[in-house]
């Protein structure tokens, strides 16, 4: 029968004791989840980020898995990427960078938001007010989230969104494109500026930067402007 030394019992004993300290320590109502800091959202509401990373108040800080919550995170379209930290004793940050929705295109059972290249961010029964304009003059069937838009005419006036900046794009309120060779834009204010051709609608980049700057800081109210012509455009006031 071997005997454990007095000394190395001792230290054995030590050590278990310490470890207890620490798991209880770990667990105590100190690092009880009170804080949840979210940046970098716009089109997503802090409570939609809440649910999405399901990080709830009242959770152990220790027991939060970071890489489990960036992994639930990715797991939805609308967030590109997102970097999430303890902060002790008692807040969690999380930073996301979303996949922004472009336009709103009606669908046979309400509303969806595309993004580039096409892809259904999100669909909702009715029409939502969020900083994007909608495509009028077309619908689309049986597209759900994740699904890519084919329409080609959708995807032309896609590709001209994705090329402006953000403060033109936001003042845009609707792109009806009834008739495709002569394609309507109405921004916020009303202004109405016909851009002619849906496949010329890449060279109206600057025009429509421009109409913006004027509709926004302009001293006069515009009636409508004449875009169909490349390279040039006309005012009536």
Known sequence: RKIIPKR?????????????????????????LKNIKISGNYFLTDEEVCRISGVNPGENLFQIEIDDVIQTMSKDIRVERAIVKRVFPS???IQVVERPPLALVQCNYGFIEVGTEGMVLAAHRNLLDIPVPIITGVTVDDLFVGDTVENPHINLVLNFLAQLDWETSKNLSEINITAPDNVMVYMKGPVQIKMGAINSLDKKIDITK????????????????????????????
């Open 210 to 237: 421009s109409v913006s700057r004027e509709v926004q800081h302009g001293k006069h109210r515009l009636d409508y402007v004449d875009a169909r012509f490349d390279g040039t455009y006309s005012i009536k006031l």
């Open 91 to 93: 807040t969690i940050e």
């Open 8 to 32: 190395a019992l001792v230290g054995l004993l030590c050590v278990v004791g310490i470890f207890l300290i620490i798991i209880a320590f770990a667990l105590s109502p100190v690092f009880v």
